[in-house]
């Protein structure tokens, strides 16, 4: 994110021992406090919801010459804060020694990512403000 004051934060959240989701959060531009919170997924599974952020709609583009980034204006995180996980484990920065064949146990993974996620003081009020979840396939 290239707009002055806006947050953002990306890291692991550790849902088991040896175990690592990769996340990238980026407040909303306008009105973070209040603005709902919308999850991306890229497709698969087995996308990185890096792709998402990069080369669609998140925050910035990766300039050409891949030597810096530009400002994206129509950015989805204009009006609503957003959050891209890579998921499942195993995908893009997700890391971990067990692997992830199903669904179910994909959705188990981002559900105790997110839980952990909410406990942290900087985004403990998203989940009153509403909830988006996006993909692509």
């Known amino acids: 994110e290239t707009t002055p ?12 021992a040896n175990q690592s989701i990769f996340f990238w959060y980026f407040a909303a531009r306008n009105n973070p406090e209040t603005a709902p919170l919308s999850l991306w997924f890229n497709g698969g599974p ?29 950015s ?3 009006d609503s804060n957003f959050l891209f996980i890579d998921q499942p484990v195993g995908v893009g920065w997700s890391h971990g020694t067990l ?10 993974d981002v559900w105790t990512f997110l839980q952990m996620f909410f406990e942290d003081s900087r985004f403990s009020h998203l989940p009153a403000n509403g909830l988006a979840s996006w993909t692509e396939s």
């Open 99 to 108: 692997g992830v064949n199903t669904s179910l146990a994909a959705a188990v």
């Open 5 to 16: 004051g806006v947050l953002q934060v990306s890291g692991y959240g550790d849902i088991a």
């Open 76 to 78: 989805w995180n204009t």
């Open 46 to 74: 087995g996308s990185s919801s890096m792709l998402g952020l990069f080369q669609e709609l998140g925050p910035c583009r990766i300039t050409n010459d891949s030597s810096g980034v530009t400002l994206n204006p129509f």
